[in-house]
């Protein structure tokens, strides 16, 4: 399968990538920053931050994931509706990340970890029993049972101090993932849904939901860690 889009879109985020190295105020401005957004309404950081990167690994390892996976999902789903997911996925986790730390002025984030995990939820929506093998595990893990260990793994670690310490925003892969996967599942209204893609659905993307319920109406219940 050839790159298409994917290609395209991995150019974007390496050239702004080095012109945020040459223009240091790029990264102020591109910047996922709730108080920003909540106060100033700089509400152009919801999509911009999604192609921004902090470091040459956290571009090559996101980068190296669009190239695998983004074909596999632009055949599945279509040039137009490919780039849905992922702008739909990049602005449904920083709009996720902005519901769950809305308590936290000074919270950052950045990168395009809520595009690809909406595209890889999309994609294990549509072939929920497709391998997926992560880096250095060379056994094919099954998408549906994927989604879920990574669901319940996420919300785990977004409530833990080692989690919040990793520097990982968790919050905006959820997002991602569940924009995603919803905009996935409207596209697929028309299919019928297999067994596995229904264990997915209870598993992978119900939680997030209702994480996102319960921290709405209780927010003081969980744990809470200032990154």
């Known amino acids: 399968m050839q790159p298409g889009i994917s290609l395209i879109l991995i150019g974007i985020n390496v050239l702004l990538f080095l012109a ?10 591109m910047l ?22 902090i470091s040459p690994m956290h571009l090559l ?12 999902a632009e055949q599945l789903y279509g040039l137009w509706r490919f780039c849905a997911i992922y702008l739909v996925s990049i602005l449904g ?6 519901l769950m730390r809305r308590e936290d002025d000074d919270y950052a984030a950045l990168g395009a ?21 992560m880096f250095f595990i060379p056994v094919g893990i099954p998408g549906w049972l994927f989604g879920i260990l ?7 670690l977004s409530q833990s101090r080692r989690g ?4 990982i925003s ?29 264990w997915f659905l209870a598993g992978g993307l119900a939680p997030v939901i209702l994480f996102a319920m319960v921290k709405w109406l209780a927010p003081g219940s969980l744990y809470r860690y200032k990154k």
Not at 20 to 29: D, K, L, Y
């Open 20 to 29: 945020a190295r040459q223009q240091p105020e790029m990264v102020s401005r």
């Open 32 to 53: 996922f920053v709730t108080g920003r957004i909540r106060h100033n309404r700089e509400y152009d950081r919801l999509m911009l931050s999604g192609f921004l990167h």
């Open 61 to 72: 390892f996101n980068m190296l994931t669009l190239y695998y996976f983004g074909p596999y």
């Open 93 to 98: 986790g920083n709009l996720f990340c902005l």
């Open 113 to 133: 970890s809520g595009g690809l995990l909406g595209l890889i939820y999309a994609m294990i929506l549509a072939v929920p029993d497709s391998k997926i093998y």
């Open 150 to 156: 990574f669901t319940v793994i996420s919300i785990a």
């Open 164 to 167: 919040a310490e990793a520097g």
């Open 170 to 198: 968790h919050e905006g892969h959820l997002g991602g993932a569940a924009a995603g996967a919803l905009l996935a599942l409207w596209f697929l209204r028309h299919h019928p849904l297999g067994d596995e893609s229904i």
